[in-house]
């Protein structure tokens, strides 16, 4: 094949297309941080688990050391089953506590994993069961306007008497 | 040729849809022609020259602009809502999903497709093609193939230089003008932009224009009227029907895409 000066700038062109594509992976989806860690799986069951979504990050001391692997409906429970995968690096206690928090005000909705005390830790396989739901903004209001009204009527009572 | 007489318009949908035929028989000979247009290499290479290099300018510039005025914009709407960190993900997600792809296309409709479908269309007018087909030389092989599969090559390269120059741009604007936090401005990209839902599929939306765009200019110049005139109004038609097709297949693809 005859080699001509095209070939350079076509060479150019194709590099600086792949140079972006490599851009687009790198800094802006972050391919890097895809973990090839290898991993084990826990299972927690929440009451609510809000806005959670697969592939969320599991942190404890604001460190991820885990990702959310899957998320099902469970009938016999009626509670949410999330299936987390935890990198092996890290050992928890099995007595450790999951909470759903958020990062931010409007910010992705997390698990929090707070380590327990015991001496046993967690294997492959295992399910965490001491947990706390997300926090739904319509039931905190709710509780708030009942509590609200429980006093109101309490207050009703004393006057009366 | 007048709508209420019955001859004259079941002769003007027989034409129509003969030039759909011709259009879709064309396609689909475009598409076996790639393992013999890839064995002659240097010829989609020239083309590539042609077609990518030169657009290369525009693209990039065009990119850039829209990046910085998707960082104004951008921070003026999110600053109402106190969340104006999300500025990267905002400018990254439509450039990435939806202007990349789109804007590259059509860009590439008006700065190559056009002169796809004139030097095409010349050619037939100068009787270049009756020559080539004279001396056994198939012009489908020769002339339109490596133009096709060079066109599908660059229309992806292009549009991934136009999202990356738009996100500069956007990152000039927003975190070195406006002064949005540089470190949450690329956190919230790299949370929220998934690598094969949002990069891939803008990927795959900008290889489906290539061959789109390519295509129609191909089409329209080989179908041109090798007259001054025709050729004039093939190249018209490139550009209205490429970019209409562009649009509407967007929406189809977006709806196939990014629902669920």
């Known amino acids: 094949m005859q080699r001509s000066k095209n070939d350079v700038w076509v060479g150019l062109f194709v590099l600086i297309g792949a140079v972006a594509i490599l851009f687009l992976a790198l800094q802006s989806a972050n391919l890097l941080s895809l973990s090839f860690q290898k991993t084990y799986q826990v299972t927690a069951k929440f009451d609510n688990v809000g806005g959670l979504k697969p592939k969320a990050a599991v942190r404890s001391a604001g460190v991820v050391v885990g990702r959310v692997e899957k998320m099902v409906f469970d009938d016999k429970t009626f509670q949410a089953r999330v299936t987390l995968a935890l990198e092996s690096r890290y050992a928890f206690p099995k007595d450790s506590t999951l909470k759903i928090?958020?990062?931010?005000?409007?910010?992705?909705?997390?698990?929090?994993?707070?380590?327990?005390?015991?001496?046993?830790?967690?294997?492959?396989?295992?399910?965490i069961s001491s947990t706390q739901s997300a926090l739904v903004l319509e039931s905190l209001i709710s509780q708030f306007l009942f509590s609200k009204a429980a006093d109101g009527s309490a207050d009703a009572d004393k006057t009366k008497k | 040729m007048s709508w209420y007489k019955p001859t004259d318009v079941g002769f003007s949908a027989r034409r129509q849809l003969a030039d759909l035929g011709q259009?879709?028989?064309?396609?689909?000979?475009?598409?076996?022609?790639?393992?013999?247009?890839?064995?002659?290499?240097?010829?989609?290479?020239?083309?590539?020259?042609?077609?990518?290099?030169?657009?290369?300018?525009?693209?990039?510039?065009?990119?850039?602009?829209?990046?910085?005025?998707?960082?104004?914009?951008?921070?003026?709407?999110?600053?109402?809502?106190?969340?104006?960190?999300?500025?990267?993900?905002?400018?990254?997600?439509?450039?990435?999903?939806?202007?990349?792809?789109?804007?590259?296309?059509?860009?590439?409709?008006?700065?190559?497709?056009?002169?796809?479908?004139?030097?095409?269309?010349?050619?037939?007018?100068?009787?270049?093609i009756s020559v080539m087909e004279m001396m056994a030389v198939d012009p489908v092989l020769r002339i339109l193939a490596p133009r096709f599969w060079a066109g599908v090559i660059t229309m992806p390269l292009l549009a991934a230089v136009f999202s990356a120059m738009g996100i500069i741009g956007g990152w000039v604007v927003g975190v070195l003008m406006i002064g949005v936090d540089a470190g949450s401005f690329w956190s919230q990209i790299q949370g929220g932009v998934d690598v094969w839902k949002d990069v891939g599929n803008g990927v795959i939306k900008s290889v489906?224009?290539?061959?789109?765009?390519?295509?129609?200019?191909?089409?329209?110049?080989?179908?041109?009227?090798?007259?001054?005139e025709g050729v004039a109004s093939a190249t018209t038609r490139t550009v209205v029907v490429a970019s209409l097709s562009v649009l509407g297949l967007d929406f189809i693809l977006t709806a196939l895409m990014f629902t669920i």
């Open chain 1, 101 to 127: 928090l958020t990062s931010g005000l409007l910010g992705e909705q997390y698990l929090g994993m707070e380590p327990g005390a015991d001496d046993k830790v967690l294997t492959a396989g295992d399910t």
């Open chain 2, 23 to 128: 259009g879709a028989r064309l396609f689909v000979r475009l598409l076996f022609t790639l393992f013999s247009s890839l064995k002659r290499f240097g010829l989609i290479r020239d083309q590539i020259h042609f077609l990518g290099n030169y657009s290369l300018a525009i693209i990039a510039v065009s990119g850039l602009f829209v990046g910085f005025v998707f960082g104004l914009q951008g921070y003026y709407t999110l600053q109402r809502y106190g969340s104006s960190e999300a500025l990267g993900l905002l400018v990254t997600l439509s450039l990435v999903r939806e202007l990349g792809p789109v804007v590259t296309a059509l860009l590439f409709a008006g700065r190559a497709g056009t002169s796809l479908t004139a030097e095409i269309g010349l050619m037939k007018a100068g009787e270049q």
């Open chain 2, 208 to 228: 489906v224009f290539g061959f789109t765009v390519t295509f129609i200019a191909l089409l329209q110049g080989f179908e041109a009227q090798p007259t001054p």
